[in-house]
């Protein structure tokens, strides 16, 4: 398995930047799939986005397509989510997830084998 931990967030105002970060720990010999989700109150998790092994493949939701970018560098074991111009709509707790011996798997939570503790966003208006 792989072992993730999320932090880089925090309080935040409206059209500020902020940048997730990801280790991983334990299996990261081979390839594995990353992506971010999250969560907010009173609500279920949602994709964010995903990114695939090489780095080549990336993907977002709708609400983040422009604003946020997903990146990764194997070397340190480390997934990065640039989150810019920041809305209160983005609030939420942030988990990252992976799925080792995959490549890339897409925007369903049931294809990520491992999830981070979460790191909590919250954007003031």
Not at 13 to 22: F, I, M, N, P, V
Not at 61 to 76: C, L, P, Q
Not at 111 to 116: A, D, I, K, L, V
Request: hydrophobic fraction near 30%; proline fraction near 3%; glycine fraction near 12%.
């Amino acid at each position: 398995q792989v072992q993730l931990v999320e932090s880089g967030g925090g309080l935040v105002q409206t059209g500020d930047s902020l940048r997730l970060s990801c280790a991983a720990s334990g299996r990261t010999s081979g390839s594995y799939a990353m992506g971010w989700f999250r969560q907010a109150p009173g609500k279920e998790r949602e994709f964010v986005a995903a990114i695939s092994w090489s780095g080549g493949l990336t993907s977002y939701a709708d609400s983040v397509k422009g604003r946020f970018t997903i990146s990764r560098d194997n070397a340190k074991n480390t997934v990065y989510l640039q989150m810019n111009s920041l809305k209160p709509e983005d609030t939420a707790v942030y988990y990252c997830a992976g799925r080792p011996g995959a490549l890339y798997s897409g925007s369903s939570p049931e294809f990520y084998t491992s999830w981070g503790q979460g790191t909590q966003v919250t954007v003031s208006s």
